[in-house]
């Protein structure tokens, strides 16, 4: 049977979940799963990206996603290069812009970017030659962050298709949650948002998914509670009482994963603050908690990313 075009991710750029189709990202997700049992092995290199140039471009703190795509360049073989963003002309006042159009002239093949403002890496995409990836822009979208957590799912569920997954806390500054919801409906799965309304989007309930306030109505009959931190640094203003209110209500807990169906396990982006939007009892206990293989199957997943756009790039 012959493919058509859509079959499989090319790119040209990786801007979001929003304008991907199921194939593509079935595509992607057989292409990660082959990168996760390479990452198991000692010898970990490919060289699909050998003479290729990635630049990573952080303008917001980064521990996992950083460090997960500059590992993913260098395991296909990339030169892969972090720019230090306080040490940069950025902090001699250059815009954004002039900074991509300089570090184009340097003719990468990869900008991988994350900005505070959103549309910043779609911007940037119009304005280089190289595939260009959005490591988080502002609230919009992380896609990297959903393809991973799919993949993490899918090792687990087999399937997406039919899953109840309830995401909790600040959707409204979470480009995660939003690159999760477009995903996981896009898979078949019925997503549920729970969050007091000062951190649900008024357009929530519009997104095709079930929007609770209640943990304990929210958690019950799921499959999976995907829990986010509490975006502080994106709040304009108190959105929430205090840290320990919120832990009461909206805090995950043994109690309240006990309402979800037997066996339910739980996610989290990082990073975590303990004790507010989660209990370290179930952040740390293993037969519940994939956060650490949310951390592998990123590395995976961004060496599928970054091969496909590099193979859709043929010149
Ligand atoms: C997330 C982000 O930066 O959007 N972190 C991540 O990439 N793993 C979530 C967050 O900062 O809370």
């Not at 140039?53 to 980064?62: A, G, H, K, V």
């Not at 250059?94 to 159009?101: M, P």
């Not at 002239?105 to 959103?118: E, F, I, N, Q, T």
């Not at 997954?165 to 896009?186: F, K, M, P, Q, W």
């Amino acid at each position: 049977m012959s493919k058509s075009y859509s079959d499989t991710f090319t790119g040209p750029h990786m801007l979001g979940i929003a304008g991907l189709n199921r194939l593509e990202v079935i595509s992607l997700l057989d292409r990660a799963e082959q990168f996760v049992a390479l990452n198991r092995q000692r010898k970990k290199h490919q060289d699909l990206l050998n003479g290729r140039t990635l630049i990573n471009l952080f303008f917001e703190p980064s521990t996992r996603t950083q460090s997960s795509f500059e590992l993913a360049g260098k395991r296909l073989g990339a030169d892969v290069i972090n720019m230090a963003i306080q040490t940069s002309s950025i902090a001699k006042g250059e815009t954004l812009i002039d900074t991509a159009v300089t570090l184009n002239a340097m003719r990468p093949d990869l900008l991988v970017v994350r900005h505070s403002a959103s549309g910043a890496a779609a911007l940037l995409s119009q304005k280089v030659d190289c595939a260009v990836i959005n490591a988080g822009d502002g609230a919009h979208e992380h896609p990297t962050q959903a393809l991973l957590d799919a993949l993490t799912l899918r090792a687990h569920f087999g399937d997406l298709s039919g899953l109840k997954i309830a995401i909790c806390g600040d959707v409204v500054h979470s480009r995660v949650a939003r690159s999760n919801i477009i995903l996981l409906t896009l898979m078949g799965a019925q997503v549920r948002l729970c969050a007091p309304p000062t951190l649900l989007p008024t357009k929530a309930s519009a997104w095709g998914v079930e929007v609770f306030h209640d943990m304990k109505q929210a958690l019950v009959g799921c499959d999976v509670v995907m829990v986010l931190r509490l975006q502080k640094e994106r709040m304009n203003s108190a959105c929430v009482p205090s840290s320990r209110e919120y832990f009461h209500y909206f805090g995950l807990d043994r109690e309240k994963l006990n309402l979800a169906k037997k066996g339910a396990l739980v996610m989290h982006p990082g990073p975590m603050n303990r004790g507010v939007e989660i209990d370290s009892e179930i952040a740390d206990d293993p037969n519940v908690s994939l956060i650490n293989e949310q951390v592998e199957s990123g590395v995976a997943m961004r060496m599928a990313v970054l091969a496909s756009l590099a193979e859709g790039r043929h010149e």
